[in-house]
């Protein structure tokens, strides 16, 4: 099992004092965390795009490629790449520099995202919502698997015969395809023989558990790849009142959210509902955190589990304790939970976690 975090920096006002982070600091704070990650045994520091006021990041690679240079052993990766508003060239060519800085330990995941502001900022129409990805995806791995191409499409020039510089420091970059949870998500996925990770933002950890089945059933190992799966979650570990930190900052994106997208507006039952110990927050100390990717695995099977613990502003001194303990605490708890054992054939096995000390 990998452990990692990710975040879209964002910059929210403060929900219990009021207080309102920089963009300058947000960054500066992002790579005091990615050095931290490293220091204590995760394996994975991811940032996300978005081009609104309330996120500080809307270009992911200089940021990752800041961490790179601070760092030995982490891999740095996007926590996603709107893929459909970008050019596949264009990105090919960025994260293969950025695998080269890195020494090979960049990676890619590729989505749609789950907002649009980047759409009529690049002239993409929202029609297009689906036939845009498939057409850059299949561009983008077509890129990766060759470094010279031949290609036409709907939404690009055509290519003849383009060779696509730089390649990465390892035969082909590390690809995953982000997904919010559909069973055409899942198939597609894996028949394109990519990992895949899902983002677990509500109800139970075991929401995907019909998902992943799905995805390793249709993974196609001709790839020459293995199934990967990931989830993606929001939470926060602490010693001590892990879940009443939390609450003020989970209740106020997902009010914000909730009013953009005509969602029931959240209060504090369901919040007591997701931070339960099958909810889909995973917030607790290092023990029930621990538990509940225990119990996720349980469900999902899944390799890697990467955290955002900055949501809605949480202060840095306790991104950072959070970051520590997932390293130091968590991850040895879920190591032994598994036994070192992990099995992709939908029944991994599980144990109870206990408490360390």
Known sequence: MELGIFSFGDIHPNPVTGERVSPEQRMADLLERARLADEVGLSYFGI??????????????PVLAAAAAQTRNIHVGSAVTVLSTEDPVRVFQQFA???????????LTAGRGSFIESYPLFGAALEDYDALYEE?????????????ITWSGQFRPPLQDALILPRPSR????????????????????????PVIYALLG????????????????????????????????????????????????LDSMTRISAERGFPKP?????????????????????????KIVLTHAAMGHDRHILQLDFSSVPQEQVLESIE?????????????????HQHDGAPRTETVRSGT
Do not use: C
């Open 48 to 61: 996300g795009e978005h081009h609104r006021p309330d996120y500080a990041v809307s270009s992911v690679v």
């Open 97 to 107: 520099t950025l695998d080269l800085l890195s020494g090979g330990r960049a990676e």
């Open 136 to 148: 850059k995806i299949d561009l983008l791995l077509r890129i990766d698997a060759a470094d010279r």
């Open 171 to 194: 035969e082909h970059l590390d690809i995953w395809i982000a997904t919010g949870g559909t069973p055409s998500s899942s198939v597609r996925a894996a028949r394109l023989g990519k």
């Open 203 to 250: 109800g139970a950890v075991n929401n995907f558990a019909q998902h992943a089945a799905l995805y390793r059933e249709e993974f196609d190992g001709a790839s020459g790849g293995i199934p990967r799966v990931g989830v993606s979650g929001v939470g926060l570990v602490l010693r001590n009142g892990a879940k009443e930190t939390f609450k003020p900052y989970w």
């Open 267 to 291: 209060s504090g039952v369901t919040y007591n509902m997701q931070a339960a110990r099958t909810g889909a927050l995973y917030v607790g100390t290092p023990e029930e955190v621990a538990e």
């Open 325 to 341: 303990l997932l390293g130091t605490e968590v991850l040895p708890l879920v190591r032994e939970a598994l036994g070192g054992q």
